[in-house]
């Protein structure tokens, strides 16, 4: 089975501060994922990775970074956290670049910025 | 217009019917669709995917694809309370998938 597993279940952080949310992954999975999902917005893609050290931005990306340096790993930073980003955030993985691919979730991190 | 839409919702169904699950998508080029379900507080799981035209059933579950129409539903028969939760629908356009905001099922013992 595809195990995804998030660092945090639950995080409260102050405006301002920096944020770290990790993900791993371990199925030697190539692309990984970071969304966040609000009440009737859904989910939105924040960032991708194809690649160790390769990303490309999402459908929101602003107020966000990643870091890929470990194909297992994927890393989302908040680097100025803000109220507007206090959201369910959710990471997946999936094999391979080709469309048919399913994606496996996370547990999901649920950050509230005070 | 968004890439993919579900009916709104919620649905609320009496234990033992047919639940049914419309989603439209924008992009023609789509070739694979999947449902996830999650419950409240959970992370979504996939519960079905569908590439080609027609039915696909999975024990109580049924996807069905119309690419000529843009639509995928899902049907779920026998519905039981712990079908109760949101059921999103994605669409795979190209190496990411698209999905829409979900449509929350209850149903009723």
């Known amino acids: 089975d595809v195990k995804v597993t998030q660092s945090s279940r639950y995080l409260v952080k102050r405006t301002g501060e920096k944020v770290f949310l990790e993900c791993v992954q371990d199925m030697d999975h190539e692309n990984m994922f970071w969304y966040r999902q609000d009440p009737g917005l859904g989910l939105r893609l924040i960032y991708f990775s194809y690649d160790v050290k390769m990303k490309e931005k999402g459908d929101i990306p602003e107020g966000y970074s990643v870091s890929r340096e470990k194909k297992e790993r994927f890393s989302l930073i908040l680097e100025s956290a803000s109220t507007n980003q206090t959201s369910m955030y959710l990471c997946?993985?999936?094999?391979?670049?080709?469309?048919?691919?399913?994606?496996?979730f996370g547990p999901g991190t649920r950050l509230l910025v005070l | 217009q968004k890439e993919v839409e579900q009916n709104s919702g919620p649905l609320s169904v009496p234990e033992g019917a047919i639940a049914s699950l419309n989603c439209t998508y924008s992009d023609r080029g789509s070739q694979s669709f999947f449902w996830y379900r999650q419950y409240s507080g959970k992370s979504p799981e996939l519960i079905m995917f569908i590439y080609s035209n027609g039915d696909k059933e999975d024990g109580r579950f049924t996807a069905q694809l119309n690419k000529a129409s843009q639509y995928v539903s899902l049907l779920i028969r026998d519905s039981q309370p712990s079908d109760s939760a949101t059921y999103l629908c994605?669409?795979?356009?190209?190496?990411?998938?698209?999905f829409g905001a979900g449509t929350t099922v209850t149903v009723r013992a």
């Open positions: 994605a669409v795979n356009p190209d190496y990411k998938l698209s």
């Open positions: 997946a993985s999936r094999d391979s670049g080709r469309a048919g691919e399913t994606q496996y």
